[in-house]
């Protein structure tokens, strides 16, 4: 039985699990387990208690990690662990072992993922032969593009989240200036806004403007992790400040979406994960993301064409993964 090892490595959590390789080449998970990172001092003893003594070693591992990887090693961004993957493998005896972003390691997934995984935003036509374009506004905002080759996608890390934030209108520029002042910043960039941190940041505007004294109902958690999760749901229920953060927020994930689909000419479709993609469906789908991520003047005939697609499985990361194992394979 051929197994494959899959992990998606954060500084918070780390998701290990265990694939069987079927004849067919399609993956059945065995087997997968959830760890606290910070309860460990390292992967490597990680590894060692998943795999567990005496069972049959994994004929590949992807595992990916919650920061940049460079020649086959990582610093996590939130965790003092430094992965190497060539002594990983050697530890865990794993003849073909590698480390990938955590956001572009989702290029090797999207093509692979079941009706059950994904929802339809707006309507296109990919093109095979073409890039295409993975975006996801989670606690930040994640973004990497897929090439396709003769032996299938090849990912490419960006960090075009962290370029210069455009607004697009007197309102947004007005919060881009409060943000810099705010948070003490030279520079806006667009994670800032374009994340789910970034829609608490606009609801905290918008309650720094309307009510200064503190007299509404999401002026408690202004300074908290929690209010971008409490916008979304007062949203829901139609609050009126949290609709205008959510319609905000909304129009400018659509531009950014644009810009970064047009910088790659991302023919081959544009794909939203992260935490706010399964929950937010009917605001992607709707006219103000769709707007703007059309309204590039001449250009928008290109991004018409592109179709939109959400991926809905929290596990994607894993399963993404486990996809990148079976290509060491090949």
Same mark, same amino acid.
């Given at each position: 039985? #051929?197994?494959?090892?899959?992990?998606?490595?954060?500084?918070?959590?780390?998701?290990?699990?265990? !694939? /069987?390789?079927?004849?067919?080449?399609?993956?059945?998970?065995?087997?997968?387990?959830? !760890?606290?990172?910070?309860?460990?001092?390292?992967?490597?003893?990680? @590894?060692?208690?998943?795999?567990?003594?005496?069972?049959? #070693?994994?004929?590949?591992?992807?595992? =990916? +990690?919650? $920061?940049?990887?460079? =020649?086959?090693?990582?610093?996590? #961004?939130?965790? &003092?662990?430094? @992965?190497?993957?060539?002594?990983?493998?050697?530890?865990?005896?794993? $003849?073909?072992?590698?480390?990938?972003?955590?956001?572009?390691?989702?290029?090797?997934?999207?093509? &692979?993922?079941?009706?059950?995984?994904?929802?339809?935003?707006?309507?296109?036509?990919?093109?095979?032969?073409?890039?295409?374009?993975?975006?996801?506004?989670?606690? *930040?905002?994640?973004?990497?593009?897929?090439?396709?080759?003769?032996?299938?996608?090849? =990912? +490419?890390?960006?960090?075009?989240?962290?370029?210069?934030?455009?607004?697009?209108? /007197? /309102?947004?520029?007005?919060?881009?200036?409060?943000?810099?002042?705010?948070?003490?910043?030279?520079? +806006?960039?667009?994670?800032?806004?374009?994340?789910?941190?970034?829609?608490?940041?606009? %609801?905290?505007?918008?309650?720094?403007?309307? &009510?200064?004294?503190?007299?509404?109902?999401?002026?408690?958690?202004?300074? $908290?992790?929690?209010?971008?999760?409490?916008?979304? =749901?007062?949203?829901?229920?139609?609050?009126?400040?949290?609709?205008?953060?959510?319609?905000?927020?909304? *129009?400018?994930?659509?531009?950014?979406?644009?810009?970064?689909?047009? %910088?790659?000419?991302?023919?081959?479709? +544009?794909? @939203?994960?992260?935490?706010?993609?399964?929950?937010?469906?009917?605001?992607?789908?709707?006219?103000?993301?769709?707007?703007?991520?059309?309204?590039?003047?001449?250009?928008?005939?290109?991004?018409?064409?592109?179709?939109? #697609?959400?991926?809905?499985?929290?596990?994607?990361?894993?399963?993404?993964? %486990?996809?990148?194992?079976?290509?060491?394979?090949?």
């Amino acid at each position: 039985m #051929t197994t494959l090892l899959a992990g998606d490595i954060g500084g918070t959590k780390t998701l290990l699990a265990l !694939y /069987q390789l079927q004849a067919g080449g399609e993956l059945k998970l065995l087997r997968s387990e959830r !760890y606290q990172s910070a309860d460990w001092d390292d992967l490597a003893p990680m @590894l060692d208690s998943f795999l567990g003594v005496g069972q049959p #070693t994994p004929a590949a591992a992807c595992l =990916a +990690v919650a $920061g940049p990887v460079v =020649a086959g090693q990582a610093q996590l #961004t939130n965790l &003092h662990w430094q @992965l190497d993957g060539s002594q990983l493998a050697a530890a865990s005896g794993v $003849g073909r072992f590698e480390l990938v972003n955590d956001f572009a390691v989702l290029i090797y997934g999207l093509p &692979h993922l079941s009706s059950e995984q994904q929802a339809p935003i707006r309507p296109g036509v990919a093109r095979p032969e073409a890039p295409l374009l993975v975006l996801g506004a989670g606690t *930040g905002l994640g973004v990497a593009y897929g090439v396709p080759t003769p032996t299938g996608l090849v =990912a +490419v890390a960006s960090e075009a989240a962290h370029a210069e934030f455009a607004p697009r209108s /007197q /309102q947004e520029w007005e919060l881009k200036r409060w943000l810099a002042q705010e948070r003490g910043l030279e520079r +806006v960039s667009i994670e800032r806004v374009v994340s789910g941190t970034g829609l608490g940041e606009v %609801a905290r505007w918008l309650l720094h403007i309307r &009510h200064p004294g503190g007299d509404h109902a999401l002026s408690p958690l202004a300074e $908290g992790s929690e209010l971008p999760a409490a916008v979304a =749901a007062s949203a829901a229920l139609g609050e009126s400040l949290a609709c205008e953060a959510l319609e905000i927020w909304i *129009g400018c994930y659509g531009s950014v979406c644009g810009d970064l689909a047009l %910088a790659g000419l991302s023919r081959g479709g +544009v794909w @939203l994960a992260g935490g706010t993609a399964g929950k937010l469906l009917e605001n992607l789908r709707s006219p103000t993301f769709n707007r703007a991520f059309l309204n590039k003047g001449r250009l928008e005939p290109v991004l018409a064409s592109m179709p939109i #697609t959400a991926v809905v499985d929290p596990a994607i990361g894993q399963f993404s993964a %486990a996809c990148r194992a079976r290509m060491l394979l090949a």
